[in-house]
């Protein structure tokens, strides 16, 4: 399922969590600690969240239990893969 909205609008209604979560964000705006943990919420136990970035920009290494696993750089973006702290898998 594709949601082009405002992710407020939606976390607030959505009832439904998630396995795999990949957040888009205006570069101007970025990710904000604020934004991962609303998004956390509607995580699995098992989730993968992926965040577009612009590269090099700074991220928390963790997050609502969730731990940053690994940035790949794509030209001047990134993409940094989160998943549950305790999580023994690993994400290449």
Do not use: H, Q, W
């Amino acid at each position: 399922e594709v949601n082009m909205r405002d992710i407020s609008d939606y976390l607030f209604s959505c009832r439904e969590e998630f396995d795999v979560i990949f957040l888009d964000p205006p570069y101007k705006d970025g990710i904000s600690d604020s934004l991962l943990e609303s998004v956390m919420a509607v995580a699995k136990e098992s989730a993968v969240i992926i965040c577009e970035i612009p590269g090099s920009s700074p991220i928390s290494e963790e997050i609502g239990g969730f731990s940053l696993r690994r940035r790949y750089r794509y030209g001047k973006t990134e993409l940094a893969l989160y998943r549950k702290s305790d999580s023994e898998s690993e994400i290449y």
